[in-house]
């Protein structure tokens, strides 16, 4: 599914609109070159589940956790990732093993070390404003995610 994104906005209002649909955990690989919008879809994520601190993208730390309400968010960027095979030593499958909702910017550069996803969100500039999001299912679950946003390209405009 391709999702025109007008502003920062419309990229911040399509991470509110995962939030609500991938409920109960699940994996959200963002991919796209620096600057497409990924940390910004992951702070509009963050912010409709009532995160009203500040959201960065965990360049340095690599994974960024946050708890809100009940609620478990993984931020992870990949980018600084020498080898795949650190993510071993971050212990970072405990992440994967509970309801937490993992984003993870950068996937590429985890491969063979990452579980399945159920979504990749492929974010790419129209201009210098505007970006696309091309998303993908993997799983049954982001499968009812896609078909669920359906009608979010006609809410946003």
């Known amino acids: ?19 609500v649909l991938v409920d109960e955990g699940g994996l ?5 070159d620096l600057g497409t919008g990924k ?10 589940l009532g ?3 500040a959201v960065k993208s965990p360049t340095f730390t690599l994974i960024e956790p946050y708890l809100i309400g009940d609620r478990a968010v993984i931020h992870f ?19 994967f093993e509970t309801t937490s909702l993992c984003v993870i910017e950068w996937p590429e ?5 990452l579980p399945q996803q159920d979504l990749v969100v ?14 993908t299912s993997f799983s049954s679950k982001g499968a009812r995610v896609l078909q669920q946003l359906e009608t979010f390209q006609e809410r946003i405009n």
């Open 109 to 113: 550069r985890g491969y063979g070390f």
């Open 77 to 95: 960027d990949l980018y600084r990732l020498g080898h795949p095979e650190e993510l071993n030593y971050l212990g970072v499958e405990e992440y």
């Open 51 to 53: 995160y009203l601190g």
């Open 122 to 135: 492929s974010l790419a500039y129209k201009n210098s404003l505007e970006r696309t999001a091309l998303i």
């Open 28 to 32: 959200v690989f963002l991919q796209g």
């Open 1 to 19: 599914m391709k999702i025109e994104l007008a502003d920062f906005h419309k990229t911040e209002a399509l991470g509110g609109e995962l939030a």
């Open 39 to 48: 940390t910004t879809l992951c702070r509009g994520l963050l912010r409709s």
